[in-house]
């Protein structure tokens, strides 16, 4: 409560803040730039907007330099479009002098001024800090804020006394404690800096660029979060212009590796991501960080490429395109997933080239090269998966030409982040340039050497179609045809999912089951399969036609779960007559007559009129016969 007390005195005390009100002419004049024409503003990146990012940016050099600079702290300034007249604070304030202080501001500015007080104010933050949960307390980052905003550097030597303590700290259980009162206390240090001088703020940065870097150096999972929360508090809301130095810092964290100690690797990837405050407005900054993640990509600890793949996907955000406008400044999303594409390639080829591991006598040899292509190939699931996680717009055209890649892994790291990034696409809404290529891509993977590739396509489609199911119309006749394919697939895998995905579809009213359909199958399952030589039984190729015709009466049966339309007894009929077909065969019939058991059991008493006396026996004889439940 004394916290927020302090802090809301602190407001109440604050020096005013002077507005100006200028149009952006008078602005880019101001600054020699030149001022847009009259015609439509379209949104993203302009030659008007230039100057309020960091690419623009020349520090002052003068005071007065420094408080003339516009300085717009809200990220949504001058995106869309500029109002006629722009509002904003000018980068001076008045401050409080020890002879013009008021008695009020003077009682907290001598208490402060104490060094003794302010090392018992510590002490007493860490020791409430071991009683209770641990986490970043806000209020206190607020009223240090309020302290260092009102008062400026007069209090900044003797924090930085105690901050060199706290992150000295040895012993291990007061560690944590010191570490979190010492985020707070530079979290408001920096924020708190916003209005003070230029003079002022060399010497600050002076002092706590040492202690941070000081501090990213012996990060421990521990103190992590706390130095997470003090740079995105510190940074919110602020103009990157005004942040110029601390972003610069936390840009070339990652350029310090270390293979020593993962865990600090890690811990600098994670601090990059607290740039995403300033969102559109660094484009300079994530494009250097694109260009240099991108090329770690093989990285040999994964904790260490997960983070790489988060921060890579961040740097790809900002990339959207929108009504008359789109991002040009930032790192391209098309071209850099084509660059990967052809990396994954080449990571595969070595992978099925060359074996990851080769035994010789009681020794295990692990291949370098494979090392490194699976390492790449593990990443770039991980960062497609976050591309759909981070991006606004994430489903791009150079997505769609990665994505037999996706499939083809199945068959080299098949994992449930392979299944997810391919559902990520299927999920996304797809405008038909997007819809029209994917289909063309399934339809060559369909054809694909590898199975695994072709399976993983023929189980896409059924979600992709769920999740396009009216911009999908008119294309039922490709994706027919392609279930059609893959339902005849010599791999048995392959054929058992296009069963699952034409019944999905059925079910779902995208396909109609039709009597051509019907039929087609009927005959399908009645092909004979075997032929005499030599006085010796030989099953033939004809065994998938057959056993492609049952999974295809299979989809029609389950397509209806909770009802009998009129074509369903008759293929019920016809998937009995089967029940002593070889073992492949039985066993996709054993699995539909068990659900379609399961899914009829409540309501048999109304169901089973849909049946003449002659079916309901045949179909009583089989799902109690001996080879139903064998």
């Not at 309020?146 to 012993?171: W, Y």
């Not at 009504?323 to 990571?347: C, K, M, V, W």
């Not at 695994?452 to 396509?457: C, G, I, L, T």
């Not at 998938?544 to 389950?558: Q, T």
Request: proline residues 4%; aromatic residues 12%.
């Amino acid at each position: 409560i004394a916290e927020q007390c302090v802090s809301a005195l602190c407001r109440i005390q604050k020096p005013p803040i002077i507005y100006l009100e200028k149009s952006l002419h008078d602005i880019l004049y101001h600054i020699n730039k030149p001022c847009p024409g009259e015609e439509c503003c379209c949104p993203g990146d302009r030659d008007d907007n230039l100057w309020i990012t960091l690419n623009d940016y020349q520090p002052p050099k003068t005071q007065i330099e420094w408080e003339q600079t516009c300085f717009l702290d809200k990220c949504f300034h001058g995106y869309y479009k500029w109002p006629k007249v722009i509002k904003y604070p000018m980068n001076k304030r008045e401050r409080y002098t020890k002879k013009t202080m008021a008695e009020h501001v003077a009682i907290i500015y001598n208490r402060f001024m104490d060094k003794t007080f302010i090392t018992k104010l510590i002490k007493f933050m860490i020791i409430e800090d071991e009683e209770d949960e641990i986490t970043f307390n806000i209020n206190r980052f607020r009223m240090f804020k309020g302290l260092f905003r009102n008062f400026g550097l007069d209090l900044i030597d003797h924090f930085m006394e105690q901050l060199d303590i706290l992150i000295h700290e040895k012993t291990k259980e007061k560690q944590q404690g010191c570490h979190r009162v010492a985020a707070e206390i530079v979290a408001g240090i920096i924020r708190g800096s916003k209005y003070w001088t230029l003079e002022m703020l060399e010497e600050l940065w002076q002092k706590l660029l040492p202690l941070l870097n000081e501090v990213c150096t012996n990060l421990t999972p521990e103190t992590l979060s706390y130095w997470g929360s003090c740079f995105k508090f510190g940074m919110e809301d602020l103009d990157p212009r005004r942040m110029h130095r601390l972003i610069e810092f936390i840009r070339t964290l990652i350029n310090n590796q270390t293979t020593v100690n993962t865990f600090l690797e890690t811990s600098r990837w994670f601090l990059v991501l607290n740039l995403t405050n300033f969102e559109w407005r660094v484009p300079t900054i994530w494009c250097a960080i694109n260009e240099h993640a991108k090329e770690m990509l093989d990285h040999p600890y994964k904790a260490v490429r997960e983070h790489i793949a988060n921060v890579l996907s961040v740097s790809l955000s900002f990339d959207v395109k929108l009504p008359n406008g789109q991002s040009t400044r930032h790192p391209d999303a098309n071209r850099f997933i084509d660059n990967i594409r052809e990396r994954l390639h080449q990571a595969i080829e070595i992978y099925e080239k060359r074996p990851l591991a080769n035994i010789s006598g009681e020794k295990i040899e692990i291949d370098q090269e494979a090392r490194k292509a699976l390492n790449f190939i593990e990443t770039v699931i991980q960062l497609h998966t976050r591309i759909f996680m981070w991006c606004l717009q994430p489903m791009k055209s150079a997505i769609v030409r990665i994505f037999p890649y996706l499939c083809d892994l199945e068959s080299i790291v098949p994992s449930e982040n392979l299944t997810i990034s391919r559902m990520y696409v299927a999920m996304t809404y797809l405008h038909t340039p997007f819809l029209e290529s994917l289909i063309e891509q399934l339809e060559q993977v369909c054809i694909s050497s590898k199975w695994h590739a072709r399976r993983a396509a023929i189980e896409f489609v059924q979600h992709m179609i769920f999740c396009n199911l009216f911009n999908a119309r008119s294309y039922k006749k490709q994706i027919c045809k392609l279930i059609f394919k893959c339902l005849f697939d010599e791999q048995f895998e392959v054929r058992t999912v296009a069963s699952v995905t034409l019944s999905g579809l059925y079910q779902c009213g995208y396909i109609q089951v039709n009597k051509e359909d019907f039929k087609y199958f009927s005959q399908m399952s009645k092909i004979n399969y075997f032929i005499k030589k030599s006085g010796k039984t030989i099953i033939t190729d004809n065994i998938i036609k057959r056993h492609g015709g049952i999974l295809g009466l299979c989809a029609i049966v389950l397509s209806s779960p909770y009802d009998i339309p009129n074509y369903v007894p008759d293929a019920l009929m016809l998937l009995c007559e089967h029940s002593h077909d070889p073992d492949l065969i039985q066993k996709s019939i054993k699995k539909a007559l068990s659900e379609f058991r399961r899914t009829h059991h409540d309501s048999w008493h109304e169901h089973r009129e849909k049946f003449t006396e002659d079916q309901l026996v045949i179909l009583a004889d089989v799902l109690i016969s001996p080879n139903y439940y064998a």
